[in-house]
């Protein structure tokens, strides 16, 4: 790319000021509908070459696609940069486009996630605090037929299964949607999923049902997972969006209720784990003992629990539970002593004694020298 396309209005003064702009060109690229974020790397590069005598002023002309005429929208934090069409200059493709429907703690991270990625996005939510509030990250319509006008590919990510059928039911939004890719990302049960596909299909629009099986924080990390089911080639067709928002998505069925199933499992890990902890800490407390030991040697335990996962999944694979490592029987011993040491010092014993009433049952079924895993078909007998 030559120098002479490269014109966007800046003073540098020597080159730390010019690395600390490459980064907001960068972030531009990222965050905003300009396609190709190579080619400001190209044209950063060009301008490390440019010779700087004291504070210079250059301005980088970005061209952008031949039937658009202009980009649809600029950030506040970067009106600076000066956007216009030179016919003789290299066109831009514009990046593919995402609208988010909800700016919640996870809608926001979605679409943070997404422009990271470096996809346009869009974003729209009821509230209109909130729209101003991000109206400097994304581009915030006024309304959500506007939004989903914006885009070929919708992220719904709202309170819950009934306001989502509100917004299927929003004036105008049918038409908007028809020939369009829906990601159902709002919480619901199952059975809400299937309801949500049922209502969703008179409207022509491509519904995969998912489940975020992760915290807001870790949205957009590699190790990220959203169960998505429903139709394999819409979950295909949008790999690349589903892998920006969350590094691992993973398909579990046809079904539209699959992934909400899946999420119910996840669920029941992560409630079960932040009991076990709240239950160590208030052992810890009642013995007079500070639990940031106890929970700052958290990281120590999770190589046993994911051993034991792969082992759970290898056993419960082959139907068979023998193993070498602790049958039920000492299981028992060890739930017994937490149960103990819990009601003699006064604590709530639920948790402790379901665990024991739940060993025991595995015992009376038979199980007594097979592992842990076993404990699922006394969850499940048939």
């Not at 080639?233 to 691992?248: P, Q, S």
């Amino acid at each position: 790319m030559a120098v002479g396309a490269i014109r966007e209005v800046f003073s540098v003064a020597d080159d730390g000021d010019l690395d600390a702009h490459n980064r907001s060109l960068l972030g531009f690229a990222e965050q905003t509908w300009i396609s190709d974020a190579e080619w400001l790397r190209g044209a950063v590069r060009e301008l490390r070459h440019i010779e700087r005598e004291g504070a210079v002023s250059y301005r980088i002309r970005m061209n952008y696609a031949e039937s658009g005429g202009g980009l649809p929208y600029q950030p506040v934090r970067y009106r600076n940069l000066v956007l216009d069409a030179d016919r003789n200059a290299e066109l831009m493709q514009l990046k593919r486009s995402v609208t988010v429907i909800g700016l919640g703690f996870m809608g926001s991270a979605l679409a943070r996630a997404l422009a990271s990625a470096g996809f346009s996005v869009c974003a729209w939510t009821r509230s209109a605090t909130r729209r101003a509030e991000f109206s400097s990250e994304f581009y915030v319509p006024a309304s959500a037929v506007d939004a989903v006008k914006a885009a070929d590919v919708i992220v719904l990510c709202i309170t819950n299964f009934d306001a989502s059928a509100e917004f299927l039911g929003l004036a105008g939004l049918a038409e908007a949607l028809r020939g369009k890719t829906l990601l159902q990302l709002t919480s619901e049960s199952p059975e809400e999923a299937r309801r949500f596909a049922a209502l969703a299909e008179p409207l022509g629009v491509a519904v995969l049902d998912g489940a975020i099986a992760t915290m807001p924080a870790s949205i957009g990390n590699r190790d990220a997972v959203i169960y998505y089911s429903g139709d394999r080639a819409i979950f295909d067709r949008a790999h690349d969006i589903l892998a920006a928002m969350a590094g691992k998505p993973t398909y579990c069925g046809a079904d539209p209720s699959d992934a909400s199933s899946m999420d119910m499992a996840w669920l029941s890990l992560f409630y079960s784990a932040a009991l076990g902890l709240i239950q160590g800490i208030a052992i810890c407390q009642a013995a007079r003992l500070d639990p940031s030991t106890y929970l700052n040697a958290t990281p120590s335990y999770l190589p046993e629990i994911l051993a034991m996962s792969k082992d759970f999944e290898r056993q419960t694979r082959l139907d068979n539970f023998t193993g070498n490592q602790a049958n039920m029987t000492l299981h028992l011993g060890g739930a017994a002593q937490v149960l103990a040491i819990c009601a003699a010092k006064g604590l709530d014993t639920r948790l402790p004694q379901a665990a024991v009433d739940l060993i025991q049952k595995s015992i009376d079924a038979g199980c007594a020298e097979l592992e842990f895993a076993v404990a699922a078909k006394v969850i499940r007998p048939s």
